[in-house]
């Protein structure tokens, strides 16, 4: 099993930073990835960035937060981060981390219920 914790939630103006992490406890080496995902109060989950824990490291962004955020990992340290930036106020909403379940594979920018999530963090923009 897999514990995600993430932390770095907090309330910017637009226009401004944050930095998110998510540290992973448990069999986190047999995820092939991790993302993260967002919701905003009435919308559905999104998918906002995902990369890949093995091989090459590819990325995913959805189109909305592509050149303003990054996601990274830090494998020795299970912690997986997202730098957003010049945020906006569409950019609101809960942020969960999610890391792959190898007992059903599915890429990490895909909302699969069976994959391990987080609790959240919220992000406010005024």
């Known amino acids: 099993h897999v514990q995600l914790v993430e932390s770095g939630g907090g309330s910017v103006q637009a226009g401004g930073s944050l930095r998110l992490s998510c540290v992973a406890s448990?069999?986190?080496?047999?995820?092939?990835?991790m993302g993260w995902f967002r919701q905003a109060p009435g919308k559905e989950r999104e998918a906002v960035a995902a990369?890949?824990?093995?091989?090459?490291?590819?990325?995913y962004y959805t189109d909305s937060v592509r050149g303003r955020f990054t996601i990274s990992l830090n494998n020795a340290k299970n912690t997986l981060y997202l730098e957003m930036n010049d945020l906006t106020l569409e950019d609101a909403g809960i942020y969960s981390c999610?890391?792959?379940?190898?007992?059903?594979?599915?890429?990490?920018?895909?909302?699969?219920?069976?994959?391990?999530w987080g609790q959240g963090t919220q992000v406010t923009v005024s």
């Open positions: 999610v890391a792959e379940n190898p007992v059903a594979p599915a890429p990490c920018w895909v909302p699969v219920e069976r994959h391990y």
């Open positions: 448990g069999f986190i080496s047999s995820s092939k990835c």
């Open positions: 990369i890949a824990r093995v091989d090459t490291g590819g990325t």
